[in-house]
C-alpha cells in the first residue's frame, strides 16, 4: 500500500493530467485512478478492481485489451530497429507495409497515406495539405474550412477551431478565423419537432449553403466531418443526411475531409464510416483503430486528386515543407500491422454487426421506456443514452445537475467503465470489437441500476 500511496502523491504532485479538473486532482478532490493491467473488455487498477470497459479507453482498443500478438511486434520491431526517419524518402518494413495494408482496404479513389501520431496532428496536416494545394492551383482565397458544431477534430490550435465544442474553445482564444461552423446532424435536438429526418438533412444542406454563399465559394476549401458525430454526442446521421450535404460541396467544389478517428477500421460494423454512408472523400484521417491505441499512430489517406496537385508542388517548389519527427515510427508501424492483421483474423467487423445490435437493443429494452431518456441511438458498437428533464418536450436538465457524470460514476461502482459525454446528460458507449452478448447485457443491465439510483426507476414498458 505505500507504493501504491506514494504513486497517489506522485500522481497530483508531478503529472499534468489533459482533460481534467486540475485544481480538484491536484487538491485530491478527484480519485487518482491508476490502471495497472487489462485483458479483453476488462482493465484492473492497482488495487485489483476489474473493470467492463465499455469506452475501449477513448474509443480506441478495438481489438481489446492483452493481444500479445501486438505486444510481439513491438518489441520485435524494437529490438531490430527501434527509429529511424521517414524524411526524404526513408521508410522501414514496417511503415511500408502498412500504408499498402490501409490502402488495400480504403475507398476508391485515394492515393497514399501520410503517418502522423494523433487524430490531432493528422487533422493539422490534412489543414496545411489543402491550403498547399490550393495555392499551387492558384486559388490563395480559397482556403476556409467548415466544420460542424459539436464535431470533434482535436485539440490543438487549427484542430481545436475545428472542433465545435464549447470547452475546447474557452479562454484559448479559438476558433481561429479561418474556420466555420455549421449545423450540428443531431436530429433528436432539431429546433423543429415536426421535421422529419429527411426534412432536418435537407435543412442542414440548406445551412451549409447559405454559409458557403455568405462567405463566397471562392474562400471555402473544404468540409470536415466524422460520418456519425462521436464526442458530440455520438450521433448517427438523420436519413439522407450525406447525399444531400454531398450534394452542395461538389456544387462549389468544397472537398470533404471524413474524420475517421473514431469510425474507421470497423467501429461501424464496416471497414470505414464513409462506405457505410455513401460518403466520397478527398482525404481520410485515421487515428485510434489504427493500432487498437497499442502505440500512438495516425494517417492522412489522400486521394489520387490531391496527391497529384502536392507532385505538382514539389515540381514546382521543391520538397514539401511538413513533417513530424515521429512520422510512420517504426515500432508505431508494427503495432499498425499486426492490429489490422488480428483485425481480419478474428473477423472483429463481423462481432460488431453481431453483437451492436445487441447492445442497442439491451439499452434500448432496459432503459427506452424510462421518463427522463430521451433517446437510445446507435450504430454498431457506437451508442449513446441522452436524459432529459421532460421527455415530452426534449427538455435538457440544468447542466449544473451533473445528471449525466452521476449516472457515469454510478455505473463505475458498478464495474462498468462508460462516458459521460459533453455538453448534454449523455452516456455513451463505445466498447471494444470483441465484446461478448453476455458483457452487452451486462453493461446494459448495470446502466440501467445507475439510472434508478440517480433519477429513480420511474421504468415503463419500453
Known sequence: MLTNDLLAAWDREAFFHPSTHLAQHARGETPSRIIRTAQGCEIEDRDGTRFLDAFAGLYCVNVGYGRQEIAEAIAAQARELAYYHAYVGHGSEASITLAKMILDRAPAGMSKVYFGLSGSDANETNVKLIWYMNNILGRPEKKKIVSRWRGYHGSGLMTGSLTGLDLFHRKFDLPFAQVLHTEAPYYFRRADPDMSEEDFSAFCAAELEALILREGPDTVAAFIAEPALGTGGLVPPPQGYWATIQAVLAKYDVLLIADEVVTGFGRLGAMWGSEFYGMRPDIITIAKGLTSAYAPLSGSIVSERIWSALERGTD????????????????????????????????????????????????????????????????????????????AARRLFDPARKVGPAIAAAMLRRGVIARAMPQGDIIGFAPPFCLTEDEAERIARVAAEAVAETLGSGVSSA
Open 316 to 391: 514546382e517548389n521543391g520538397a514539401i515543407g511538413h513533417g513530424w519527427t515521429y512520422s510512420a515510427h517504426p515500432v508505431a508501424a508494427a503495432a499498425g500491422v499486426a492490429n489490422l492483421r488480428l483485425l481480419d483474423e478474428l473477423d472483429l467487423i463481423a462481432n460488431v454487426r453481431r453483437v451492436g445490435p445487441v447492445l442497442l437493443g439491451a439499452l434500448r429494452s432496459a432503459l427506452g421506456g424510462h421518463p427522463n431518456v430521451g433517446e437510445v441511438r446507435g450504430v454498431g458498437l457506437l451508442c449513446a443514452v441522452e436524459f432529459v428533464e421532460d421527455r
